[in-house]
């Protein structure tokens, strides 16, 4: 029986790519108002659950469950998913050659008021929500005549990543590696970025390999995934703990569990 | 991975009826008689009867190519086609309230506005049913700036000193196989003439239509624009559904005198054919402009998206000094369609300019090739040309080919050539999908920004137009 309070209910998932088993039986609940962050070692299959719970086609889920608001998430095609406030900050976010910024935002951000049931914003409008969107991530207008993230440096496809964040108000953001490849001031817009929209009814999953990430975004739970299964959770401290003595003695209980 | 991408369903063509109009067709079969019967039929004058043979008798001796373009089809039977139809209300009309009513309502249907509604858009609309033009718009308004705008039957009547000086100035009754062909038979057309100095104060714009049964339609342009002259032609087309393969082979001659400027834009979208191809339009057509004086300039921009084979190559010779010539186009092969189309930009004057900008997509198991010719000829000192081909694979089933001819006879000329093919991954998609867009409209995105250097070519309302078909036509590409 889901508690009532879950926004996301994660029991015995487990997914392939291909023949390959990734995720190995994942059990992950997530309230409103919380940061989780998932860290692990590369190839545990951080970023891996975070695709499935976007809904990607190039895994397939073989066991267990996902619910969402108390709904099958399993179920729902990907665009579903993002009407219904998941968001997922892709680690290597997609070129779209001759389509504005401003064109491909302000799409997505009707498709997914009229999934609500919302009137559709025209150009005006729009560009009036964009000002205030922009101050958060600290950028100029000019960003948004480009075309969707081509030619845009690795940091400003990150950044452009909470920007749309920002503009799509999702329920449950998840943020996959979105500090690899980010300089210190980068990392730091982007962190006020997710710390800006944080609300009590909301929630965040912080995908990363570093410790880094989560000096800025203080997570309430973190876990650590190692070889597709949570091996531990704790605290924030549990973050610390681990920058100082790596991932190795985790992957090593985790192979005598076996 | 891409197996979403590669389930096929395509949705019925949205323009497929036949409008129930008894027509006044001519028996099947091509001869000499035919074609005297095509000329009496136009009560044409007897210069032009003998151009008509003389073509045909050009044509006969010719074949039908298959060897060298990238498409495959089976050899015509022209004995089994007809070769002039025409609505039995084809008589000259004084107003379009005395046409068919089911006529109008066919235009309607497409969505051809010959009424208020095109009037008050200010476009004049010189609608063809068939081979013969059932209403004419705007004249008046035209004839006042002196250009002329009217059928091609009727400018053989009433100006036939111009169409005798122009007509087969730029494609010759011999040049090609269909090029002969429609020579010979050619139905009806438009006309185009803006005299010295004249400013074109409207697009003009002409709908093509097949309808009658296994008639073939046999389309002939001819736009001249005199010194310092300017226009805007645009061509747009959609046929009923038919089980026989029907041919068009249509000719377009364009003549820009000095300082004219000729701007012809086509969007494309005859049947394709069901899933097995069966049926659709074998679009054969020859499309070429002549820069005949100094600094003219001709622009090809063409959105090609229907047909079950598409066989076009819109040229330019830049004959004077410092002429240009542009080439946009986008051709869209989906199910079981082919393209063979592309370009040829034929330098002859000096400091003579090309553009070729060209976006290939292709689909399901359609294969798109481009094939364009850039030549530069021993007088055409500082001749430079641009060429971008871009290729964009939707699925694993499809083909894209790029056939670039280059000949350059002048050291002093610049010829750049790029090209790419990418393929619309999963990953593009997803992206979109996460963002709250359903596959087809993350398609039709992906798709449109790999065009947009050809729409941005394309009057405003011709480019929105095109957009809604792109995605039509690429509507069930991935699943």
Redesign the interface.
Known sequence: MARKTAMLEVKGLRATAGDKEILRGIDLTVNPGEVHAVMGPNGSGKSTLAQVL?????YEVTAGRVLYDGKDLLDM???E???AGI??A?QY??E????SNAY?LR??YN??RK?RGLEEVDSMDFLDLLEEKLRLVEWGPEIMSR??NSGFSGGEKKRNEIL?MAV?EPRLAILDETDSGLDIDALRVVASGVNALRRPNNATIVVTHYQRLLNYIVPDRVHVLVGGRIVRSGGKELALELEARGYEWLEEAAEAAL | MSSSVESLVNRDYKYGFVTDIEADTAPKGLNEDIIRLISAKKGEPEWLLEWRLKAFRGWSKMTEPHSWPNIKYCPIDYQNLRYYSAPKTAKPLGSLDEADPRLLETYNKLGIPLTEQKLLAGVAVDAIFDSVSVGTTYKAKLAEAGVIFCSFGEAVREHPELVRKYLGSVVPASDNFFAALNAAVFSDGSFVFVPRGVQCPMELSTYFRINAAETGQFERTLIIAEEGASVSYLEGCTAPKRDENQLHAAVVELVALDNATIKYSTVQNWYAGDEEGRGGIYNFVTKRGKCAGANSKISWTQVETGSAITWKYPSVILQGDNSVGEFYSVAVVNGRQQADTGTKMIHLGKNTRSTIVSKGISAGQGQNSYRGLVKVLPRAAGARNYTQCDSMLIGNRCGAHTFPYIDVQNSTAAVEHEASTSKIGEDQIFYLKQRGLNTENAISMIVNGFCKEVFKELPMEFAVEAQKLLGVSLEGSVG
């Open positions: 976007a809904g990607h086609p190039a095609e990907p665009e998913r993002a009407q968001f997922l892709f976010p997609v779209i050659p001759g389509i491909f799409a997505a498709e997914i999934a075309a969707v749309q799509l």
